[in-house]
């Protein structure tokens, strides 16, 4: 698994956050994008270690090629570093 994409508006908030935060965790070289109806909250929330989340963070409604296009979009990121 190189990619995650969450939907966290069908989750109580405090158990998405907890559930991104142990992912970035256990998982640091994951990349994550999290489909939103609130991008702020998301877009600023960190990891349970006090770093950031580092996710993609997309307004909702996203549709698949643009999920797909910034999980391409990291990957070319980090073929390049």
Do not use: Q, S, Y
């Given at each position: 698994v190189r990619?995650?994409?969450?939907?966290p508006d069908d989750f109580p908030a405090h158990e998405a956050s907890a559930y991104l935060s142990?992912?970035?965790?256990?998982?640091?070289d994951l990349t994550?994008?999290?489909?939103t109806k609130e991008p702020p909250v998301y877009g600023?929330?960190?990891a349970t270690d006090g770093h950031p989340l580092n996710a993609t963070v997309l307004p909702?409604?996203?549709?698949?090629?643009?999920?797909?296009?910034?999980?391409?979009?990291?990957?070319?990121v980090q073929s390049k570093d």
């Open positions: 990619a995650l994409v969450v939907f142990l992912v970035r965790t256990r998982r640091a994550i994008v999290v489909v600023a929330m960190k909702r409604p996203a549709f698949g090629w643009t999920i797909l296009d910034a999980i391409r979009a990291t990957f070319e």
